[in-house]
C-alpha cells in the first residue's frame, strides 16, 4: 500500500489470495499478471492505481472484492475469467479509459456503482447467467450507446443513468411485469398493460416528463418514483 514509486512486482507462484489494499495508491504501478492460483481477491486491492494500463487475470480466479480496480484511470479492458460469479460494488468504478469489458458465461451478479463513470466504455453484452444488476451499475458511462440485457434479470435503480443508450433509445424496461426503468422519455408516458409493480426511483428526477397514463394491472408504485419530476401535472 501506497509505494509510489513502484512501477512492475512479480508475484510468487504459490499465491492464493491477495489481500485488501495490497496495491493501495501505488500510483506508478502500470502493469501486472496475476498467477494461476490465486482465487480471491479482496477490496480496493488496486485501488487508485492511476497508472495501471494491464491487468492479468488467472483463470482460477473467483472473487472479486468490492472497490478492487477503483479509480484505475489508465486500465483500458479487462478480461473476467470464467470462474468469476459477482463483479462487486464499485469494482471499477471511475476507470474513465476502460473501453471493453469481457463478461464471463459464469457470472451472475453486477454490483452497485460497479462500472460507474467509466466514460469511455461504449457498449455492453450481458450474459443471460446475469440474474441481478445493482443501483447506478453503469451511471454516468457518457459513452455507453450499446447494451444487450438478459430476459430474466433484477435491475435497480437509475442502472443506465446519463449514457447515450439513455438518451438516444427511449424505452421502458419491463422484466417479470416489474417496470424497473424508464430511459430516456419526455412528455407523455402510457405503461402498458400487463405491468403489475413500477419499481424505486424508476422515473426518478426525469424533468422532461409531463403526464404519466397508468394501466389497470398495475397493483405498486415504489418509493420515491416520480421524485424530481418538475413538468410531471397529470
Known amino acids: 500500500e501506497g509505494c509510489r514509486k513502484l512501477k512492475s512486482v512479480t508475484l510468487p507462484k504459490t499465491l492464493k489470495t491477495l489481500r485488501f489494499d495490497t496495491f493501495r495508491e501505488c500510483v506508478s504501478l502500470e502493469s501486472i499478471v496475476i498467477p494461476e492460483g490465486v482465487t480471491k481477491m479482496d477490496y480496493r486491492v488496486f485501488y487508485q492505481c492511476s497508472k495501471l494500463k494491464k491487468v492479468s487475470l488467472p ?12 479509480q484505475c484511470k489508465s486500465l483500458e479492458n479487462i478480461v ?50 446475469v440474474t441481478k444488476i445493482g443501483n447506478r451499475a453503469f451511471s454516468g458511462c457518457t459513452k455507453l450507446e450499446s447494451v444487450s440485457l438478459p430476459k430474466n434479470v433484477d435491475l435497480g435503480t437509475r442502472v443506465f443513468e446519463n449514457t447515450k443508450w439513455q438518451t438516444k433509445h427511449p424505452t421502458l424496461i419491463v422484466i417479470n411485469h416489474k417496470l424497473v426503468e424508464a430511459l430516456g422519455y419526455k412528455g407523455a408516458v402510457t405503461i402498458p ?7 424505486d426511483e424508476a422515473f426518478y428526477n426525469n424533468k422532461d416528463i409531463t ?13 420515491r418514483t416520480f421524485y424530481g419530476c418538475s413538468k410531471l401535472k397529470t
Open 59 to 70: 483463470k482460477t480466479l473467483k472473487t472479486i472484492g468490492e472497490g478492487a480496480f477503483y
Open 80 to 129: 473476467l475469467p470464467n470462474r468469476v460469479t459477482e463483479i462487486s460494488a464499485e469494482t471499477f468504478e471511475g476507470c474513465s479509459k476502460l473501453k471493453k469489458v469481457n463478461f464471463p458465461k459464469s457470472l451472475k451478479t453486477i454490483g452497485e456503482e460497479a462500472f460507474c463513470q467509466c466514460k469511455s466504455l461504449k457498449q455492453v453484452k450481458i450474459p443471460e447467467s
Open 193 to 199: 398493460e400487463g405491468v403489475t409493480e413500477i419499481g
Open 211 to 223: 403526464s404519466v397514463k397508468f394501466p389497470k394491472s398495475l397493483k405498486k408504485i415504489g418509493s
